[in-house]
């Protein structure tokens, strides 16, 4: 714990949980020291010594990096200026563990203060257990591991020269590899034959009935007069033939 400050009880409780849940999760792969509370146990750093609270060794005693642990009353420009900055500045790789309500001020104090942080996790409380989430990772990781992250946040985008993320150009190249890619063969389609149909004759218009009649009555020629004979009467009926058979009459009986 910094010398300059002091932590509320249940905090400074919370804040002990936190680094021997650590203790357990590093001792895997190092060997681990602690500073819980106001113990002195594992110094660093020549001159004036400093107590990180886990101070992370190799087998053969070299250190690798030291963790601290804050809580919400500890993350401000003070504590920064005088524990983190001077973490920063050792041989081995400094990981700071803040609460989830924290992330955003500690950025902002490790960007302000240029702190070279390597990792930088969350931790927040679902019940009567802890979980950390990594948020931001700078650097190639300790050798051979630290405690695996049980979720990861989206890393920030990266930043060029220019000022502008390096997500869009990342994305360019990506987009060519795909447009390169040879397309599946596509099948033909094979059309169907399409059968011939006859024309459809136009409809016969027809005349209705009584005009029909009237052009009949146009075309047909008009009747002839009979010719009179030259004296004037009428021509004589043509009496039958001789050989005709004329009309028995009956016989009186006497």
């Not at 009179?228 to 009986?253: I, L, M, Y």
């Amino acid at each position: 714990m910094s010398p300059i400050l002091v932590r509320p009880v249940r905090e400074q409780l919370e804040h002990d949980r936190v680094i021997r849940l650590l203790q357990a999760k590093y001792k895997r792969k190092f060997d681990v020291a602690i500073n819980p509370g106001n113990e002195r146990t594992a110094p660093v750093g020549t001159g004036t010594p400093w107590y990180p609270d886990l101070v992370l060794q190799e087998r053969g005693r070299k250190l690798v990096g030291v963790v601290e642990v804050e809580t919400a009353e500890s993350v401000n420009n003070l504590e920064a200026m005088s524990q983190w900055v001077a973490f920063g500045k050792l041989r081995a790789q400094f990981h700071l563990y803040v609460p989830a309500s924290a992330i955003d001020s500690t950025r902002r104090l490790c960007v302000d203060l240029g702190i070279p942080v390597a990792e930088i996790w969350a931790y927040h409380s679902i019940g009567d257990q802890l979980r950390f989430t990594l948020v931001q990772k700078t650097g190639p990781g300790l050798p051979k591991g630290s405690p695996e992250p049980r979720s990861s946040a989206p890393k920030p985008a990266a930043v060029n020269g220019a000022g502008r993320s390096n997500d869009k150009a990342a994305a360019k190249p990506a987009a060519k590899k795909v447009a390169k890619a040879p397309a599946p063969p596509v099948k033909k389609a094979v059309a169907a034959p399409v059968k011939k149909t006859a024309p459809a004759k136009a409809p016969v218009a027809t005349k209705p009935p009584v005009a029909a009649k009237a052009a009949v009555a146009a075309k047909a020629p008009a009747p002839k007069k009979a010719a009179k004979p030259a004296n004037g009467k009428a021509a004589a009926v043509a009496k039958p033939a001789g050989n005709a058979k004329k009309k028995a009459t009956p016989v009186k009986r006497r």
